[in-house]
C-alpha cells in the first residue's frame, strides 16, 4: 500500500515521534538513523534529509517532546488562581510519577548531552524555560503577598534541582519511594522554598 504523502511539517514531526520512540526504547547513545527510518518503513535517506546527522535528530527530538512538556506546564501555570495553587498544581505534575516516560528522556538527554555538544546546548535551554516559567509565578506570588519568598530564582533553581534528583532515583531505580511519599516531599519542598508552613494549602 502507498504511503500518504505528508508536508514537510508533517513528515519532519513524524520523524520527531518515532525518534522519540526510539530514544526510550533503546536510548540516545544507541538509536541509530536506521532505527528510526525501519519504525516508519522508509529510508535512511529520507530521515537524513530532513536532520543531517544522528546527533541533530536526537537533540531535535528530545526537544519536540520537551516543548510538548513546557506547554503544558506553561498552560497550568497560566491559570486564573492564586499563585500558590498553580505552583503546587505545578510541582505534582512535574514530580516523576506514574510511567514518567519524559523523566526517561531527560535522563537519557543528560547522560548522552556530557558527550554532545548540541544536545547539553538543547537541554540547558529548555532547563532554563522551566525555570523562568516558575520563577515568574513565584514571583508573582510574592508581589501578592501570597508568601514572603525572598529569592524566587533561587527558589526555582532549588525546587527544580531537588525534583530532578527524586526523578532520578525513581525512575533508574523503581520501587523505593511510593508516589504518594513523593508527593508529601514535593509539597513540603515547595512550601520551604516559599517560606510556608509545610501543610499550608
Known amino acids: 500500500m502507498a504511503r500518504v504523502r505528508l508536508s514537510v511539517a508533517e513528515r519532519r514531526a513524524e520523524l520527531l515521534r518515532a525518534a522519540v520512540a526510539q530514544i526510550e526504547a533503546r536510548g540516545a ?3 541509530r538513523i536506521a532505527d528510526v527510518a525501519t519504525a516508519l518503513g522508509v529510508s535512511n535517506a529520507l530521515v537524513l534529509y530532513h536532520f543531517s546527522t ?5 537533540a531535535a527530538a528530545f526537544a519536540h517532546a520537551a516543548e510538548e512538556d513546557l506547554a503544558r506546564l506553561r498552560k497550568i501555570l497560566g491559570r486564573r488562581s ?3 495553587r498553580r505552583l503546587r498544581a505545578a510541582v505534582r505534575w512535574y514530580a516523576p510519577t506514574g510511567q514518567a516516560k519524559g523523566w526517561r528522556l531527560w535522563i537519557e538527554a543528560w547522560a548522552a548531552g ?3 555538544p548540541e544536545l547539553r546546548r538543547v537541554a540547558a535551554s529548555l532547563d532554563r524555560e522551566w525555570k523562568s516559567a516558575l520563577t515568574t509565578v513565584i514571583e508573582e506570588g510574592v508581589a501578592a503577598g501570597e508568601f514572603p519568598c525572598p529569592d524566587p530564582s533561587g527558589a526555582a533553581w532549588r525546587l527544580t534541582a531537588y525534583l530532578d534528583g527524586l526523578a532520578v532515583q525513581t525512575t533508574v531505580y ?3 519511594l511510593s508516589r ?3 508527593l508529601q516531599w514535593a509539597d ?3 512550601a ?3 517560606g510556608l508552613a509545610p501543610d499550608a494549602d
Open 192 to 194: 520551604r522554598e516559599l
Open 114 to 116: 556530557l558527550r554532545d
Open 188 to 190: 513540603e519542598a515547595l
Open 174 to 176: 523503581s520501587g523505593g
Open 29 to 31: 547513545a544507541a538509536v
Open 54 to 58: 544522528k546527533e541533530q535528530l536526537v
Open 180 to 182: 504518594a511519599a513523593m
Open 82 to 84: 492564586a499563585a500558590g
